[in-house]
């Protein structure tokens, strides 16, 4: 019983033999009732149309004629049970043929799908199962490899993860050791700049773990907004009062470009703060010296649109796609000290655009053209 209870193929088999035993059963008992009855009723209305001389005959001729209606009744039956017997019989062997077959049929593709499932499990996450037709099965087997792909993609983006915050630890982290290996072997001097270059290093290194954690939480939405109505000239100003000495010492021109009449925005004022404060930064530091940034809004429908735009370096083409994925640069090549960031600020910020239920997006013509990073916000 254990067996049948964990087979569905042998259960579906089961289910449609019952209901075939269960109909024949019924057919039987009701023809072995109705029948007498039948026979009776459609007898008598044979003898009535044969007229009445047949049934006055004579006693012994009546006794006969009897006595052979009963006999031919008997034979009626056995013959009719004969008939009835070869055709359930036959029904039997095509229905449990049938059966057989039609429970394989839906029985495969979930077998299918269960040893697919095992070795998901076991890390093989390119697995998938052929979902043919568009029954119930199919959608199962649709929506089976939909979730594998979810899962190879995630485990390629915890490798990639990985292997991104390794290479960004070592490199502060060997910074660190040299220094402190140089200091004690005597080949450095033991004096400030030594000092403040290890500090440099720790403090690059307190950064990027902040990013992480950030990362993470935005990420896992592990924070909550507190949306209201928000005036985008206020985070402009905000922005351009935290900015102002950094693009100064750079000689770059900071400014901002607001319609008088521009609406509000739905949105939680620190978080999209942030997200300014961000791209602006990133755009200072990729403009090289006397360039401009302009930070400007317009609306579109229920949309308002905030812009940064730069004079700045620019993007290539073939980067603009993936420029808000971590941990991605431009320029290989580009260190962290020598103006490359961590790769994780655009990402950061395309969550949290991502959370007011707005887009996030970049244009550029190419190298030495500028940029402008745009996103949305729902107009209050």
């Known amino acids: 019983m254990n067996y049948i209870r964990a087979r569905l193929g042998i259960k579906l088999f089961l289910s449609y033999l019952a209901i075939l035993l269960v109909g024949v059963s019924v057919i039987w008992v009701a023809i072995q009732i109705a029948t007498p009855r039948a026979y009776a009723r459609h007898l008598a209305f044979?003898?009535?149309?044969?007229?009445?001389?047949?049934?006055?005959?004579q006693g012994q001729g009546q006794g006969q004629g009897r006595g052979m209606m009963a006999d031919f009744y008997e034979n009626f039956q056995a013959s009719f049970n004969e008939a009835l017997l070869i055709a359930v019989l036959?029904?039997?062997?095509i229905a449990v043929l049938v059966s057989w077959l039609l429970s394989r049929n839906i029985v495969s593709p979930v077998q299918a799908?269960?040893?697919?499932?095992?070795?998901?499990?076991a890390g093989h996450y390119d697995e998938r199962v052929n979902a043919q037709g568009s029954d119930e099965i199919a959608q199962l087997a649709t929506r089976f490899n939909q979730m594998a792909s979810q899962l190879e993609q995630v485990e390629t983006m915890r490798r990639q993860l990985?292997?991104?915050?390794?290479?960004?630890l070592r490199t502060p982290l060997t910074s660190i050791k040299g220094y402190m290996e140089g200091l004690?072997?005597?080949?450095?001097?033991?004096?400030p700049e030594t000092f403040n270059q290890i500090h440099h290093e720790a403090d690059r290194l307190s950064r990027l773990v902040d990013d992480l954690q950030e990362l993470s939480r935005v990420e896992a939405k592990a924070y909550s907004l507190d949306v209201r109505s928000v005036s985008v000239s206020s985070l402009v100003q905000t922005t351009l009062k935290r900015l102002s000495p950094q693009a100064t010492a750079k000689r770059i021109t900071l400014r901002s470009n607001l319609p008088a009449d521009l609406s509000l925005i739905h949105a939680d004022e620190d978080r999209i703060t942030q997200v300014l404060v961000n791209l602006t930064a990133n755009a200072i530091q990729y403009t090289p010296e006397d360039g401009e940034v302009t930070l400007s809004a317009a609306r579109h429908g229920n949309e308002i649109h905030i812009s940064v735009k730069d004079t700045g370096i620019g993007i290539p083409q073939e980067h603009l796609a993936n420029i808000f994925t971590r941990f991605y640069r431009v320029d290989k090549s580009r260190s962290r000290n020598a103006g490359g960031g961590s790769g994780i600020?655009?990402?950061?910020?395309?969550?949290?655009v991502e959370a007011h239920g707005g887009r996030i997006?970049?244009?550029s013509q190419g190298d030495g053209k500028g940029s402008t990073f745009s996103f949305s916000l729902q107009a209050a």
């Open 46 to 57: 044979m003898e009535e149309q044969m007229g009445e001389g047949f049934m006055n005959g």
């Open 162 to 168: 990985i292997g991104d915050v390794t290479h960004e």
């Open 113 to 121: 799908i269960m040893s697919a499932s095992q070795r998901i499990a």
């Open 90 to 93: 036959s029904a039997t062997v």
């Open 345 to 352: 600020g655009l990402t950061i910020a395309r969550h949290i």
């Open 361 to 363: 997006w970049v244009e």
């Open 184 to 191: 004690v072997d005597g080949v450095l001097p033991a004096n």
